[in-house]
Protein backbone atom coordinates (compact mmCIF):
# COMPACT_ATOMS: atom_id res chain seq x y z
CA UNK A 1 0.00 0.00 0.00
CA UNK A 2 0.94 3.61 -0.20
CA UNK A 3 3.37 5.23 2.62
CA UNK A 4 3.39 8.21 3.94
CA UNK A 5 6.76 9.92 5.74
CA UNK A 6 6.40 13.00 7.31
CA UNK A 7 9.34 14.98 8.59
CA UNK A 8 10.64 16.47 11.21
CA UNK A 9 8.82 14.27 13.75
CA UNK A 10 9.17 16.48 16.69
CA UNK A 11 10.00 20.44 15.86
CA UNK A 12 10.48 23.27 18.54
CA UNK A 13 9.97 26.89 17.70
CA UNK A 14 10.37 30.30 18.97
CA UNK A 15 7.87 32.33 18.77
CA UNK A 16 7.24 34.33 16.11
CA UNK A 17 9.48 31.72 13.97
CA UNK A 18 8.80 30.10 10.96
CA UNK A 19 8.71 26.56 9.93
CA UNK A 20 8.28 23.89 7.17
CA UNK A 21 6.68 20.79 7.52
CA UNK A 22 7.74 17.97 4.72
CA UNK A 23 5.03 14.70 3.59
CA UNK A 24 6.86 12.01 1.19
CA UNK A 25 4.39 9.46 -0.55
CA UNK A 26 5.07 6.47 -2.41
CA UNK A 27 2.97 6.84 -5.06
CA UNK A 28 0.41 9.25 -7.02
CA UNK A 29 -2.61 10.56 -5.08
CA UNK A 30 -5.77 12.11 -5.89
CA UNK A 31 -6.34 13.59 -2.45
CA UNK A 32 -3.80 14.81 -0.41
CA UNK A 33 -5.04 16.52 3.22
CA UNK A 34 -2.88 18.73 6.00
CA UNK A 35 -4.67 17.92 9.88
CA UNK A 36 -3.85 20.09 12.86
CA UNK A 37 -4.29 17.76 16.03
CA UNK A 38 -4.40 20.32 18.70
CA UNK A 39 -3.84 19.31 22.68
CA UNK A 40 -7.34 18.35 23.08
CA UNK A 41 -7.06 15.31 20.25
CA UNK A 42 -9.41 17.55 18.06
CA UNK A 43 -8.41 16.83 14.52
CA UNK A 44 -8.84 20.17 12.13
CA UNK A 45 -8.66 20.18 8.62
CA UNK A 46 -6.16 22.83 7.36
CA UNK A 47 -5.63 22.08 3.58
CA UNK A 48 -7.06 19.90 1.00
CA UNK A 49 -4.71 20.00 -1.78
CA UNK A 50 -3.42 17.06 -4.14
CA UNK A 51 -1.71 19.52 -6.15
CA UNK A 52 -0.79 23.19 -6.37
CA UNK A 53 -0.55 26.16 -3.55
CA UNK A 54 -2.73 27.54 -0.86
CA UNK A 55 -2.58 29.99 1.24
CA UNK A 56 -4.62 30.55 4.86
CA UNK A 57 -3.42 33.58 6.77
CA UNK A 58 -0.15 32.36 7.97
CA UNK A 59 -0.09 29.07 6.84
CA UNK A 60 0.35 27.42 3.41
CA UNK A 61 0.60 24.71 1.50
CA UNK A 62 2.71 23.49 -1.69
CA UNK A 63 2.00 20.00 -3.14
CA UNK A 64 4.07 19.06 -6.02
CA UNK A 65 1.81 15.43 -6.80
CA UNK A 66 4.89 14.75 -10.01
CA UNK A 67 7.45 14.76 -7.07
CA UNK A 68 5.34 12.71 -4.84
CA UNK A 69 5.61 15.60 -1.96
CA UNK A 70 3.95 17.96 0.19
CA UNK A 71 5.11 20.94 2.58
CA UNK A 72 3.46 23.12 5.02
CA UNK A 73 4.88 26.37 5.97
CA UNK A 74 4.16 27.71 9.25
CA UNK A 75 4.79 31.73 9.39
CA UNK A 76 5.48 33.78 12.36
CA UNK A 77 4.55 31.16 14.71
CA UNK A 78 1.97 31.31 17.30
CA UNK A 79 1.96 29.09 20.41
CA UNK A 80 -1.38 28.14 19.65
CA UNK A 81 0.19 26.50 16.41
CA UNK A 82 1.42 23.73 18.95
CA UNK A 83 0.07 20.27 18.33
CA UNK A 84 0.50 17.82 16.35
CA UNK A 85 0.20 17.86 12.26
CA UNK A 86 -1.01 15.06 9.82
CA UNK A 87 -0.28 14.46 6.19
CA UNK A 88 -2.89 11.95 4.79
CA UNK A 89 -3.31 10.91 1.28
CA UNK A 90 -6.16 8.81 -0.54
CA UNK A 91 -5.27 5.16 -0.76
CA UNK A 92 -6.89 4.81 -4.26
CA UNK A 93 -7.98 7.37 -6.92
CA UNK A 94 -11.67 6.28 -6.57
CA UNK A 95 -12.58 8.81 -4.14
CA UNK A 96 -14.11 8.23 -1.05
CA UNK A 97 -11.81 5.33 0.08
CA UNK A 98 -9.76 5.81 3.01
CA UNK A 99 -6.79 8.41 3.76
CA UNK A 100 -3.34 6.99 4.97
CA UNK A 101 -1.71 9.34 7.69
CA UNK A 102 1.36 10.03 8.18
CA UNK A 103 2.81 9.36 11.38
CA UNK A 104 2.56 13.17 12.12
CA UNK A 105 5.61 16.00 12.85
CA UNK A 106 4.78 17.42 16.61
CA UNK A 107 5.14 21.00 16.97
CA UNK A 108 5.80 23.01 20.29
CA UNK A 109 5.85 26.53 20.29
CA UNK A 110 7.55 28.03 23.10
CA UNK A 111 6.69 31.97 24.20
CA UNK B 1 -24.42 24.32 12.84
CA UNK B 2 -23.20 21.39 10.77
CA UNK B 3 -20.53 18.48 11.95
CA UNK B 4 -19.70 15.60 13.65
CA UNK B 5 -20.45 14.54 17.57
CA UNK B 6 -19.13 11.50 19.28
CA UNK B 7 -20.20 10.32 22.65
CA UNK B 8 -19.20 10.31 25.31
CA UNK B 9 -16.07 12.31 25.72
CA UNK B 10 -14.43 9.93 28.79
CA UNK B 11 -15.61 6.71 28.64
CA UNK B 12 -14.38 4.06 31.20
CA UNK B 13 -15.09 0.18 31.30
CA UNK B 14 -14.02 -2.90 32.89
CA UNK B 15 -12.52 -5.98 30.94
CA UNK B 16 -14.17 -8.45 29.76
CA UNK B 17 -17.38 -5.61 28.55
CA UNK B 18 -18.55 -4.47 25.29
CA UNK B 19 -18.72 -1.02 25.14
CA UNK B 20 -20.16 1.18 22.31
CA UNK B 21 -19.16 4.51 20.71
CA UNK B 22 -21.33 6.42 19.23
CA UNK B 23 -21.02 8.87 16.15
CA UNK B 24 -23.35 10.76 14.59
CA UNK B 25 -23.09 13.37 11.41
CA UNK B 26 -25.35 15.91 10.21
CA UNK B 27 -23.24 16.72 7.02
CA UNK B 28 -24.99 14.48 4.67
CA UNK B 29 -22.32 12.93 4.06
CA UNK B 30 -21.99 9.19 2.23
CA UNK B 31 -18.84 8.08 3.79
CA UNK B 32 -17.87 7.48 7.67
CA UNK B 33 -14.54 6.16 9.07
CA UNK B 34 -12.99 4.86 12.69
CA UNK B 35 -9.82 5.51 13.60
CA UNK B 36 -7.53 4.50 16.71
CA UNK B 37 -4.93 6.55 17.50
CA UNK B 38 -2.54 5.26 20.59
CA UNK B 39 -0.85 8.08 22.47
CA UNK B 40 2.12 9.91 20.19
CA UNK B 41 1.16 7.43 17.39
CA UNK B 42 -1.00 8.24 14.17
CA UNK B 43 -4.64 7.00 13.11
CA UNK B 44 -5.10 3.71 12.08
CA UNK B 45 -8.04 2.57 10.47
CA UNK B 46 -10.66 0.10 11.85
CA UNK B 47 -13.64 0.05 9.97
CA UNK B 48 -14.78 2.35 7.12
CA UNK B 49 -18.32 2.49 5.49
CA UNK B 50 -19.43 4.14 1.86
CA UNK B 51 -23.07 3.56 2.47
CA UNK B 52 -25.52 2.62 4.44
CA UNK B 53 -26.22 -1.29 5.45
CA UNK B 54 -22.38 -1.57 3.61
CA UNK B 55 -18.78 -1.13 5.60
CA UNK B 56 -15.55 -2.79 4.98
CA UNK B 57 -12.58 -3.82 7.67
CA UNK B 58 -9.68 -1.33 7.90
CA UNK B 59 -5.94 -2.44 9.23
CA UNK B 60 -7.15 -3.48 12.65
CA UNK B 61 -10.58 -4.24 13.02
CA UNK B 62 -10.10 -7.59 15.23
CA UNK B 63 -12.22 -6.82 17.98
CA UNK B 64 -14.26 -4.46 16.58
CA UNK B 65 -17.67 -4.41 15.14
CA UNK B 66 -19.81 -1.51 13.80
CA UNK B 67 -22.81 -1.49 11.82
CA UNK B 68 -24.50 1.50 9.36
CA UNK B 69 -28.31 1.60 9.65
CA UNK B 70 -28.41 5.18 9.08
CA UNK B 71 -26.63 7.87 6.55
CA UNK B 72 -26.07 9.70 10.08
CA UNK B 73 -24.90 6.99 12.23
CA UNK B 74 -22.27 4.40 12.69
CA UNK B 75 -21.60 3.15 15.90
CA UNK B 76 -18.79 1.56 16.83
CA UNK B 77 -18.73 -1.35 19.85
CA UNK B 78 -14.98 -2.31 20.98
CA UNK B 79 -15.88 -5.90 21.75
CA UNK B 80 -14.43 -8.28 25.12
CA UNK B 81 -12.20 -9.78 22.40
CA UNK B 82 -9.81 -6.56 21.73
CA UNK B 83 -6.86 -6.91 23.32
CA UNK B 84 -5.64 -3.45 24.64
CA UNK B 85 -9.24 -1.71 23.94
CA UNK B 86 -7.74 1.75 25.75
CA UNK B 87 -6.91 4.11 22.93
CA UNK B 88 -8.48 7.24 21.77
CA UNK B 89 -10.92 6.66 19.18
CA UNK B 90 -11.94 9.29 16.42
CA UNK B 91 -14.79 8.89 14.06
CA UNK B 92 -14.51 10.64 10.30
CA UNK B 93 -16.61 11.29 7.80
CA UNK B 94 -16.65 12.85 3.56
CA UNK B 95 -18.53 13.84 1.21
CA UNK B 96 -19.37 13.34 -2.68
CA UNK B 97 -18.33 16.01 -5.44
CA UNK B 98 -15.48 18.02 -6.89
CA UNK B 99 -13.73 17.12 -3.14
CA UNK B 100 -13.29 14.67 -0.58
CA UNK B 101 -12.07 16.54 2.74
CA UNK B 102 -12.67 14.50 5.55
CA UNK B 103 -14.06 16.13 8.89
CA UNK B 104 -13.33 14.65 12.01
CA UNK B 105 -15.39 14.40 15.53
CA UNK B 106 -13.91 15.39 19.02
CA UNK B 107 -13.14 11.45 19.80
CA UNK B 108 -13.88 9.85 22.54
CA UNK B 109 -11.08 8.30 25.24
CA UNK B 110 -11.96 4.91 26.25
CA UNK B 111 -10.24 3.37 29.14
CA UNK B 112 -10.39 -0.49 30.16
CA UNK B 113 -9.23 -1.44 33.40
Known amino acids: GIQVEQSPPDLILQEGANSTLRCNFSDSVNNLQWFHQNPWGQLINLFY???GTKQNGRLSATTVATERYSLLYISSSQTTDSGVYFCAVERRKAGNTPLVFGKGTRLSVIA | DGGITQSPKYLFRKEGQNVTLSCEQN?????MYWYRQDPGQGLRLIYYSQIVNDFQKGDIAEGYSVSREKKESFPLTVTSAQKNPTAFYLCASTGRGSSYEQYFGPGTRLTVT
Open chain 1, 49 to 51: IPS
Open chain 2, 27 to 31: LNHDA
